[in-house]
């Protein structure tokens, strides 16, 4: 790192390009956790406040117009402000656990406050996914979008960039400073007991409310939360075979093609482990076999 201008300057440019080619838009959000993680809170701010200004004042001097201009800072707010703080979380904890666990309260919070502040959040998400109403497109693709543009689309969006945002940020750290810790931390990731039965119960109330309302998408949040501690069990786990490859490819190959029903399948199994602990079994069992 070469001090708040460099990062500054990574945050400015990833956002700028993040505006035309959305991946770039990711490299800003984990310049701001790598700065907050590395140099402190106060540097992380420093870093977010001015790339908010900067290209808001950059979108005001193009486009001439004051409340697009705003209307732009305010999204990127959304996003950048919850990578500080989490990022501040994770400095002051060392722990990704609690970091997650952070993720997924304030995911549940915004979840809950739209619902209370938007009379059809349904409407909301299929003008926010697609920019214009599905009444515009034909009633047989109408209705296969409709399937996608949800409120519980936007918030799995929104929670796996944001988580993939910090990772990335702290991964980057790790390079830089103490290779191969971040692997270490993501293979030892247990999110809890408690936050293990508050997902139960939130996934029990959205099933019994036929998956309708701010039940179904506050239990998003916490399955993709689970999904990682899923992904970490499997990554562990397929690291004491012969065969980690192969097994990472069928897992991720799963993810792209049946997406909804791995992702089921990979929250429970992450939050069985906070019980089960499948990791401590499989290394237990590698252990005595090795042994005899």
């Not at 907050?36 to 808001?56: C, K, M, P, S």
């Not at 079994?281 to 042994?291: D, I, L």
Request: charged share 10%; proline share 2%.
């Amino acid at each position: 790192m070469q001090g708040r201008s460099g990062a500054l300057v990574v945050a400015i440019a990833s956002t700028t390009l993040g505006l035309f080619i959305t991946p770039f838009m990711l490299l800003g959000g984990a310049a701001v956790t790598l700065v907050t993680l590395r140099q402190g809170v106060a540097e992380g701010g420093w870093i977010v406040l001015g790339t908010l200004l900067a290209v808001g004042s950059a979108a005001y001097f193009s486009i001439g117009e004051a409340a697009a201009a705003l209307r732009l800072v305010e999204v990127l707010a959304a996003g950048y402000v919850p990578l500080w703080l989490l990022g501040a979380l994770w400095r002051s904890t060392a722990s990704l656990s609690l970091t997650l666990n952070g993720l997924a309260i304030l995911t549940a919070v915004a979840v809950a406050v739209l619902f209370a502040v938007i009379d059809d959040p349904q409407q909301w998400a299929r003008t926010t996914l697609f920019g214009v109403s599905l009444d515009e497109f034909e009633p047989q693709l109408r209705q296969q979008l409709e399937f996608y543009a949800r409120v519980e689309t936007i918030v799995l969006l929104s929670y796996f960039s944001l988580a993939g945002q910090l990772m990335l940020g702290r991964w980057w750290q790790a390079i830089l400073y103490n290779p191969g810790g971040f692997k270490q931390e993501f293979y030892r990731l247990r999110l809890g007991r408690t936050l293990a039965l508050a997902a139960a119960v939130i996934w029990a109330g959205a099933l019994a409310s036929g998956g309708q309302g701010v039940l179904s998408g506050i239990g998003v949040a916490f399955l993709a939360t689970f999904v990682l501690q899923g992904l970490a069990v499997v990554h562990t786990v397929t690291a004491l075979t012969d065969k980690q490859s192969a097994w990472l490819f069928g897992v991720y190959g799963l993810l792209l093609f049946l997406t909804l029903p791995a992702m089921v399948i990979l929250a429970l199994v992450g939050a069985a482990d906070n019980w089960y602990d499948f990791r401590a079994r499989m290394q237990a069992k590698r252990g005595s076999g090795g042994a005899t």
